[in-house]
T-cell receptor
């Protein structure tokens, strides 16, 4: 139980375009979803925390207009990287709070060319 | 400031040996300490977790040792296997649903 499905698993996009990443909690209601970014061989860095039905809380240094987070339902949270640039290339991971703790998605490898 | 410090950065262990990864924290408000295992290109998966009211927790070959006074906790992998080769992250959080603070990760390689 407590599965978070994250899609896509990888995406390549051109500079200047936008990319949407979806995280769905399949068998629980994720009232809180965390979005992380991970560079190669580095730890997970929290980008933002989203609560269903309210605005996301962004960590210091994270541009909220660039990384748009929507948590419109208890089972779906999305991260949209707007006007992507090569420096946005990274591994993005969501994590949903469930009754047993926290479950991570499988991650999305974003490459901006 | 790194809330949770993890060492070593990398570890090579022979098959059948014991792998030990250490973490230390400063914030005494932390009351949940999980360990995550991450394979390349995948999200972290919860391995085992402990709360500060116990000093040790064992699940199969994985054991967490917790020293509240020293503000340290460690992961022991007994009878390490090549399939255990992955990156391991310790983390800490306050049980109010707040964020996790992750360690910097340990790349474990178990050689046959």
């Amino acid at each position: 139980g407590a599965v978070v499905s994250q899609h896509p698993s990888w995406v390549i996009c051109k500079s200047g375009t936008s990319v949407k990443i979806e995280c769905r909690s399949l068998d629980f209601q994720a009232t809180t979803m965390f979005w992380y970014r991970q560079f190669p061989k580095q730890s997970l860095m929290l980008m933002a925390t989203s609560n269903e039905g309210s605005k996301a809380t962004y960590e210091q240094g994270v541009e909220k207009d660039k990384f748009l987070i929507n948590h419109a339902s208890l089972t779906l949270s999305t991260l949209t990287v707007t006007s992507a640039h090569p420096e946005d290339s990274s591994f993005y991971i969501c994590s949903g709070r469930n009754p047993y703790g926290y479950t991570f998605g499988s991650g999305t490898r974003l490459t901006v060319v | 400031q790194q809330q949770v410090k993890q060492s070593p950065q990398s570890l090579i262990v022979q098959k059948g040996g014991i792998s030990i990864i250490n973490c230390a924290y400063e914030n005494t408000a932390f009351d949940y300490f999980p360990w995550y295992q991450q394979f390349p290109g995948k999200g972290p998966a919860l391995l085992i977790a402990i709360r500060p009211d116990v000093s040790e927790k064992k699940e199969g070959r994985f054991t967490i040792s917790f020293n509240k006074s020293a503000k340290q906790f460690s992961l022991h992998i007994m009878d390490s296997q090549p399939g255990d080769s992955a990156t391991y992250f310790c983390a800490a959080s306050m049980n109010t649903g707040n964020q996790f603070y992750f360690g910097t990760g340990t790349s474990l390689t178990v050689i046959p």
